[in-house]
């Protein structure tokens, strides 16, 4: 394809995608559909171009303002993540001088908000949070995420599905902390190779792993993921409990049920129940109430622990929406708690950096159901990994509850706190 052609392209996706009125990752597969003549080379410059604005969409936009010409073809042009030779080729004497002028800019010299490319509401908490850690952790934001995979113990060892990769010729490496987890470099075509295919993997982020580890289920029990989603976590716990026990997979969307279905499949599991409820109280959680041994809540939640895979988080997300974020959480964990038999677990985890969806609703759920009539007490995250076979002291666990980051631990953002029922 001519240069100028693919540059024109780049600016049209841009320009659906700013929009955010849809997911990001929607918006480029809609993109390539209509596009199916475009190759994997020229397919990855213009994914990666689109997601390189959304990280840095403030930076961009401020230096688009010396430029002439539309919008979004300077912001394609600034973002380019293709050859640059290439890229050159397609620009006229212009935009060329343009594009090297703001290359000289001194980015240090700059505002500190077009730096860290967070909106206020979200720059702040962090920074609270995070003190000096604040800018390594917008530093991590700024790269793409690795690709995680979790080798199924139902169906193979990690060190022989580590070595046919390596034949193969992929770079791979076990991950650190998950006893169950291989780490890619790369974006391989997953799905055409055998160890996917035959479910021997399945893509899942290395914190996302740990929070199954965390769930700790053992064979023959009653085990509940609460929001299953794709299921994911759900498949996790399954393999765990080595395909023994029931395993219920709730969602209130049956349409996220649905794409659990092929991966059901090539897992080979026959101990997982999947099941659309209409609501936190829906008659089946009734039911249950006080029969089940362990209970995965991993509610629905900002989302902004993924802003590495999903940047346009940050510009689609409010705090409004996250406030009512918090009051459905905390209805969900309340719920999900009457299920537990004395004994049993609960573990409540997002995928949120801010303590408005983590801490604060762990403390006021542990706050209503402490002392001898409140029925649960906190486990410590750090002795639960332990005795799940997880380095905590390696994760560098403070206080009651587990907090991944992606600039510390190289996983997606995670939280997770649990309790025993007495």
């Known amino acids: ?11 049209e996706l841009l320009r659906a995608v700013l929009k955010l009125d849809h997911p990001a990752d929607s918006v480029v597969s809609a993109f390539f559909r209509q596009h199916r003549t475009l190759g994997s080379r020229e397919r990855h410059a213009l994914a990666e ?32 993540q293709g050859s640059p030779s290439f890229l050159r080729a397609a620009l006229a004497p212009n935009e060329l001088a343009w594009l090297t002028a703001v290359e000289d800019i001194d980015h240090a010299t700059l505002p500190e908000k077009l730096r860290h490319n967070l909106p206020d509401w979200l720059a702040q908490p962090l920074k609270d949070s995070l003190g000096d850690e604040f800018w390594p952790l917008v530093d991590a934001l700024s790269e793409t995420a690795a690709l995680d995979l979790r080798v199924n113990l139902l169906k193979a060892k990690r060190e022989d599905v580590l070595r046919t990769l390596t034949e193969a010729g992929f770079t791979a490496t076990p991950t650190p902390y998950s006893p169950w987890g291989l780490r890619l470099q790369g974006k391989p075509a997953l ?16 914190g996302s792993q740990l929070l199954a580890l965390l769930t700790d289920p053992k064979r023959g029990e009653m085990v509940v993921d609460f929001c299953a989603g794709a299921g994911g976590k759900t498949l996790a716990l399954g393999a765990a409990m080595r395909n023994t026990g029931r395993l219920y997979a709730f969602d209130i969307s049956g349409h ?17 129940h999947p099941a659309q409820i209409a609501h936190e109280r829906d008659d ?12 995965l809540v991993d509610a629905p939640c900002s989302g902004l622990g993924t802003l590495r895979r999903n940047p346009d988080l940050k510009w689609r997300q ?10 459905k959480q905390t209805a969900i964990l309340t719920s999900a708690a009457r299920l537990l038999k004395p004994g049993g677990r609960l573990v409540y985890a997002t995928c949120s950096l801010l303590t408005t969806e983590n801490e604060a609703v762990a403390d006021a759920f542990t706050a209503a159901h402490a002392g001898p ?26 206080g009651p509850y587990l907090r991944l980051w992606p600039h510390r631990h190289q996983t997606d953002g995670f939280f997770a706190a649990v309790w025993q029922k007495r």
Do not use: C
């Not at 394809?1 to 392209?9: E, W």
């Open 49 to 80: 171009t689109a997601y390189t604005v959304l990280r840095q969409r403030l930076l961009f936009q401020n230096l688009a303002q010396s430029g002439s010409g539309p919008l979004e073809r300077r912001l394609a042009i600034l973002a380019w």
């Open 1 to 11: 394809m001519h240069p100028n052609a693919l540059v024109d392209l780049s600016t």
């Open 191 to 206: 799905h055409k190779l055998d160890v996917f295919t035959q479910g021997l993997v399945e893509v899942q982020d290395e």
């Open 373 to 398: 009539s409140g029925g649960f007490e906190v486990l410590p995250a750090q002795q639960a990994l332990e005795a799940a076979r997880v380095d905590g002291a390696a994760l560098l666990v403070a």
């Open 318 to 327: 409010s705090p409004q929406a996250v406030s009512e974020m918090q009051a």
């Open 256 to 272: 996220r049920l649905d794409a659990l279905k092929p991966r059901l499949a090539r897992s080979g599991l026959s101990n997982v």
């Open 284 to 295: 089946r959680i009734k039911r249950l109430a006080g029969k089940i041994d362990r209970v």
